[in-house]
């Protein structure tokens, strides 16, 4: 019976749908972009015709929208907010790349490139839009018929997986993700899709030429993972989510089985895994660590793209930034585990509806707005629950909170217990954990005589390789810090790299990523040929 009321649901959701395609008129009737496509441009001009006035003078290559054609072949066209006339011989349609919206707070687009234009819309994160050019920070797009102007630093390129069309009607590609929207192309049942994001029920698709948005409950997934041909498996310069990074890890491991191992470590305590992966086949090992707090997801950017780099250029058998990486790889493997905290991330990224425990989070933070939150889901601060002298810690928070709060008893977490037990399980050379903000580097931890001495040593280098400060000695009592208890256990150096200029309580902005991968894009390898010396 619930089978049949499934089915039931889904073929009254397709009906709604093909009754909105059957009112609709040709695709060609929508708005569209064109671009100027001659070497003297072209007049804009008040009415259709070459007696009229001109409005100004289009150069070649500038972007506009059409919202109809003539039978005179008079384009009505808006270029910057200003609307006219000019003759559709003298434009092309214009070819958009496929980009995500990469901010939480929504994307807004406008009507010229400037942040005191007109507020055209406000596109919801994760919606998929066609950019058609970017200059001086600013990205010509188009979502529906909404054409604009939006911040080239809140956009970024989409993580792609395969998907077989399951209805046998077919289905009707919309131009928005919703019933609302126009009907612009019908995909076939048993046709393979590429999938570039979900949105509330949506699943925005492309296949040859064709891409836009159906309902993605006729989707199916279960098809292996598609490795795409170019080396770039990965754009850091977004938000990345923790479905977003399996999907990478799993897209890495398959194309490259011969020098990686991916495993899962652990889970969350809302059962979201955690994953580590090796990349190399050296038979000393180090740990690169990341997101152990939720708030600091960017550093989950840094290892994805070191993966994604040192991949390539092993495989290619090349060199980056002075190191042979298949050289030093093979001598020293580097595990990394790029997401410490996916509960956690998961309610920073994409709020409290997108968590289990919405109603604990609610009541714990006090608001929605969930950007300061640092702990995991239940409120306890990871990086205090490792059983480093964790009895002795004085300045936890009495309770669940945002931060700080140390938990009942160590290892009280799942998150902290299964990279402790990673830790100790393999015997690895050096730990380096990721955080954020301050540009600042942490080593201490009561070290003595030689072992003080290298991992100072070691500290200092990777304050030069970055331009960090090195803090002195904390002395700390009770610390329960994830890189103080690899410190404890191993007797080798443990380190923390507080990566970007600080930005107080609140996740780093994109804004800040160039700067940080280029003072960060080689600290694997250098820490990986370090620990083949000892």
């Known amino acids: 019976m619930k089978k049949s009321l499934k089915q039931l649901g889904a073929f009254l959701i397709l009906l709604l749908i093909w009754n909105s395609y059957t009112n609709v008129t040709e695709a060609?009737?929508?708005?569209?972009?064109?671009?100027?496509?001659?070497?003297?441009?072209?007049?804009?001009?008040?009415?259709?015709?070459?007696?009229?006035t001109s409005i100004q003078h289009l150069t070649n290559g500038t972007f506009g929208t059409v919202f109809s054609?003539?039978?005179?072949g008079w384009a009505r066209i808006q270029v910057d907010g200003v609307t006219g006339y000019a003759p559709i011989n003298f434009f092309k349609k214009a070819t958009g790349t496929i980009k995500i919206a990469n901010s939480i707070g929504g994307l807004i687009v406008r009507e010229s490139p400037s942040p005191t234009s007109k507020n055209l819309a406000t596109l919801k994160y994760k919606m998929i839009i066609e950019e058609f050019s970017a200059r001086g920070g600013w990205s010509f797009v188009q979502y529906g018929n909404i054409t604009g102007y939006v911040a080239s630093n809140f956009i970024?390129?989409?993580?792609?997986?395969?998907?077989?069309?399951?209805?046998?009607?077919?289905?009707?590609?919309?131009?928005?993700?919703?019933?609302?929207g126009a009907s612009i192309a019908a995909i076939p049942n048993g046709k393979k899709v590429e999938v570039h994001s979900e949105l509330m029920g949506w699943a925005y698709v492309s296949v040859g030429d064709t891409k836009g948005y159906v309902v993605a409950s006729f989707l199916t997934k279960e098809m292996p993972v598609t490795i795409p041909s170019t080396n770039n498996l990965i754009n850091p310069k977004q938000v990345i989510t923790h479905k977003e990074m399996t999907t990478f890890l799993q897209q890495?491991?398959?194309?490259?089985?011969?020098?990686?191992e991916l495993k899962q470590i652990g889970t969350s305590v809302e059962k979201r895994p955690i994953y580590a992966i090796r990349i190399g086949?050296?038979?000393?090992?180090?740990?690169?660590?990341?997101?152990?707090?939720?708030?600091?997801?960017?550093?989950?950017?840094?290892?994805?793209?070191?993966?994604?780099?040192?991949?390539?250029?092993?495989?290619?058998?090349?060199?980056?930034?002075?190191f042979n990486v298949r050289s030093v790889l093979d001598k020293t493997a580097i595990w990394f585990v790029p997401m410490m905290n996916p509960?956690?991330?998961?309610?920073?990224?994409?709020?409290?509806?997108?968590?289990?425990?919405?109603?604990?989070?609610?009541?714990?933070?006090?608001?929605?707005?969930?950007?300061?939150?640092?702990?995991?889901?239940?409120?306890v601060d990871l990086n205090?629950?490792?059983?480093?002298?964790?009895?002795?810690?004085?300045?936890?928070?009495?309770g669940p909170s945002y931060m700080q709060y140390r938990g009942p008893y160590a290892f009280s977490e799942p998150e902290a217990k299964a990279l402790g037990n990673f830790m100790t399980s393999r015997p690895f050379k050096t730990n380096i954990s990721y955080h954020s903000s301050g540009q600042i580097i942490y080593w201490f931890n009561y070290q003595k005589a030689l072992e003080l001495s290298r991992d100072r040593g070691l500290a200092g280098q990777l304050s030069q390789l970055t331009g960090y400060k090195v803090m002195p000695p904390q002395y700390l009592t009770g610390s329960g810090a994830s890189a103080d208890y690899f410190i404890q256990e191993t007797g080798m150096p443990g380190i923390v790299l507080e990566i970007s200029p600080y930005v107080g309580e609140k996740p780093i902005p994109l804004s800040n990523w160039d700067l940080i991968w280029k003072q960060n894009a080689k600290v694997g390898l250098y820490v990986a040929n370090e620990a083949a010396k000892r």
């Open 69 to 72: 054609i003539d039978a005179n």
């Open 156 to 180: 970024g390129k989409p993580i792609t997986y395969p998907a077989i069309v399951a209805s046998k009607s077919g289905l009707v590609v919309k131009n928005i993700a919703s019933t609302s």
């Open 252 to 260: 890495i491991a398959a194309k490259y089985p011969r020098f990686t």
């Open 343 to 379: 509960d956690g991330v998961t309610l920073v990224q994409l709020g409290a509806n997108a968590v289990a425990n919405k109603a604990s989070v609610l009541s714990i933070n006090g608001s929605s707005d969930f950007n300061r939150w640092k702990s995991n889901i239940r409120g």
């Open 281 to 322: 086949n050296g038979k000393k090992e180090v740990l690169f660590d990341a997101s152990i707090h939720a708030r600091e997801h960017m550093t989950t950017n840094v290892l994805l793209e070191m993966i994604d780099t040192y991949s390539a250029n092993y495989a290619s058998g090349s060199s980056y930034l002075g």
């Open 28 to 52: 060609s009737t929508f708005r569209e972009v064109y671009t100027v496509n001659s070497g003297s441009g072209v007049l804009l001009r008040e009415a259709p015709s070459t007696g009229s």
């Open 384 to 398: 205090d629950n490792f059983d480093s002298e964790w009895s002795k810690i004085s300045n936890s928070r009495p």
